[in-house]
Each structure stands twice: as structure tokens, then as C-alpha cells.
């Protein structure tokens, strides 16, 4: 069975961090690209950093750059997001997902999410 299974959300200050961790098991979790997700109340999905399978790129949204730092352990099927100097716009449900794309088709996988509150 394939699972995701994030978790290191709660309740922090403006200014504060948090780590997500995002626990993987069911697949080939090297051989996935894994990005972070954040959804807000009323608003959409947005992509928020992703790690290539190997961990050698990553990319952020902007308006997380240079606050948050995504990285990836294979050995231990997980993936983490670091976040530093949270702001109260942070505030969301944080989902990994997972892909790859393969030549007839992309795999995708989600967890379930964990909430961030950044209170002000």
C-alpha cells in the first residue's frame, strides 16, 4: 500500500520554524520527484518547493524563497521541509506529493496533509 505521511505541523509565532517531515512507504521512493504543497482556507493548491529523486535540484515558489529548505533522506524514505521566519500567509495545510513520469504516464501520490498555523 502506498503511503505518505506527513507530519511536524502545529501552532508557532510570526518569526518562528517549523519542520515537516514526509514519511514514505508502498513505492520506489527514490525513484520519485517529491514537491510540497501548501493549501490556505478559500484559496488553491499552490506548489511550494520540490526535490528531484536524487536530491540534486530543487526549486521554491517565491514566496518562500530563502525561508524554506526542502531535502530528501532515501535511505529513510522521508522528505522534509525546513521553514524559517514563518509569516502569518504561511498558514495552510501542507501536503508532499510525490511523482514520476514515465513514458505512458504520471504517477502521483499525496498524503494527507498537516496544518500550519503562524499566528501574528
Known amino acids: 500500500e502506498v503511503q505518505l505521511v506527513e507530519s511536524g505541523g502545529g501552532l508557532v509565532q510570526a518569526g518562528g520554524s517549523l519542520r515537516l517531515s514526509c514519511a514514505a512507504s508502498g513505492f520506489s521512493f527514490g525513484d520519485y520527484a517529491i514537491g510540497w504543497f501548501r493549501q490556505a482556507p478559500g484559496k488553491e493548491r499552490e506548489l511550494v518547493a520540490t526535490?528531484?529523486?536524487?536530491?540534486?535540484?530543487?526549486n521554491y515558489a517565491d514566496s518562500v524563497k530563502g525561508r524554506f529548505t526542502i531535502s530528501r533522506d532515501n535511505a529513510k524514505n522521508t522528505v522534509y521541509l525546513q521553514m524559517d521566519s514563518l509569516k502569518h500567509e504561511d498558514t495552510a495545510v501542507y501536503y508532499c506529493n510525490a511523482h514520476i513520469q514515465r513514458a505512458w504516464r504520471r504517477d502521483d501520490y499525496w498524503g494527507q496533509g498537516t496544518q500550519v498555523t503562524v499566528s501574528s
Open positions: 526535490i528531484t529523486s536524487a536530491g540534486g535540484s530543487t
